[in-house]
T-cell receptor, first 111, second 115 residues
């Protein structure tokens, strides 16, 4: 069983819809990352969080440490949000230990 | 601008040939990583280095080799021993050992095709 599970695997939404992507993990972590991968392949870091909630523009990330679950929300989705969203965790002890990745959620936003 | 540069973006090689993928960073990061990405799978760790002249095997190190002679550079060699080398390869870096939770920065990737 993968240590990091994401759902759904694929998601298609209409422009303007509110989107939620979920991530569950089964190991102790020091931090959780949400990443975005565009069709060209490069990856951009969206959030790094170890507790609570963070917001950046239309993106919101939350984490529940007790339940070992995180969500990424996109409000007022737009076609330019179409990408693969990847959840990754840094396992304890956390000092530059490599990230462990989920398989990603492919999002397509249709105009 | 600081960042990670991978080159080339696309690489074609004949079966049985070794090939080296370049990764350079100017972020003054101590730690560097190589990941492999296959369709439908998450990124898997090949090798990582937390400091110059030191590196550790990841989950899928067989058929690969690395060196870390300079802080800025972490080249990956895909050897002929790697049975299925066609994949997308990503390099990443993060700050030094004193930082417990650090952001990871990624290169643009190299797509290797072996024919």
């Amino acid at each position: 069983k993968n240590e990091v599970e994401q759902s759904p695997q694929n998601l298609t939404a209409q422009e303007g819809e509110f989107i939620t992507i979920n991530c569950s993990y089964s190991v102790g972590i020091s931090a959780l990352h949400w990443l975005q991968q565009h069709p060209g392949g490069g990856i951009v870091s969206l959030f790094m969080l170890s507790s609570g909630k963070k917001k950046h523009g239309r993106l919101i990330a939350t984490i529940n440490i007790q339940e070992k679950h995180s969500s990424l929300h996109i409000t007022a989705s737009h076609p330019r949000d179409s990408a693969v969203y990847i959840c990754a965790v840094r396992k304890v002890p956390g000092i530059n230990t490599p990230l462990v990745f989920g398989k990603g959620t492919r999002l397509s936003v249709i105009a | 601008d600081g960042g990670i540069t991978q080159s080339p973006k696309y690489l074609f090689r004949k079966e049985g040939q070794n090939v080296t993928l370049s990764c350079e960073q100017n972020l003054n990061h101590d730690a560097m990583y190589w990941y492999r990405q296959d369709p439908g799978q998450g990124l898997r760790l090949i090798y990582y280095s937390q400091i110059v002249n030191d590196f550790q095997k990841g989950d899928i190190a067989e058929g690969y080799s690395v060196s870390r002679e300079k802080k800025e550079s972490f080249p990956l060699t895909v050897t002929s021993a790697q049975k299925n080398p066609t994949a997308f390869y990503l390099c990443a870096s993060s700050k030094g050992r004193q930082s417990v939770n650090t952001e990871a920065f990624f290169g643009q990737g190299t797509r290797l095709t072996v024919v």
